[in-house]
């Protein structure tokens, strides 16, 4: 019963319901000083959609056993759910923590031979340090925060910082707030003019499209474009230009 409570069936690490109770622990007997790691696989999908959800399991228990390798007896590895998993390390000591991760993603993206398969996979890591009085939950999330930073170049991991926090509230804002531009008419356009030649004669014009958001102000496009090529509201934003 204690084994089915606190361990994952498939990889036998930790699973969520210890790693909940552990970090309460260090919270509260290590006045914070640990180090909280959140590794994500990158593009897991495609091994599960290109290969079989069977292959996808034996992937997720490879990669498990590597790193628990890797943790040994200095760290908790923990499987929450899907293809992350946190780490929880009794030290805030940067140099430790960068060692771990660096150790930790160069055994995860080892090829995997079974099944006449050889498949490779790396993985991205957020890192927090535990250094001031936070819950749990607040440090799981930044935890995480971190790592989606870490995500957007891949195999990498990334400390996490109030600056990530900042940017993350101002893109949710931005995508909240640009789901309603277009119905609330806040973009316009402007012209900026094409010169044909020296003496300035005007060929055609470039349209520039500018956001007024009356939450927001003005949001620069290079601030909402890429996230509106992410979520899907370009279209409905190239409608409005033509």
Known sequence: LHQQANFDKLTQLANRYFFDNTLVHEQ???QNHYTLMC???DNFKYINDRFGRHIGDKTLQIV???LSDCCNSIALPVRTGG???FVVLQSNVRDTSSALARNILDVIQKPMNFENLQLSITASIGIYHADQHVEPQTAEIYAE???FEAKKLRNRYCFFDKGLAEQLHSRVDIETELKHA???EEFYLTYQPQIANKEGTVKGVEVLIRWQSKKLGM???DSFIPIAEETGLIASIGEFVI
Request: glycine share 0%.
């Open 83 to 85: 293809d992350e998993f």
């Open 219 to 221: 949001v620069p496009p």
């Open 182 to 184: 277009i119905d609330r």
């Open 145 to 147: 925060i971190a790592m």
């Open 39 to 41: 590794v994500d696989l």
């Open 28 to 30: 509260v007997h290590n």
């Open 64 to 66: 498990a056993k590597r």
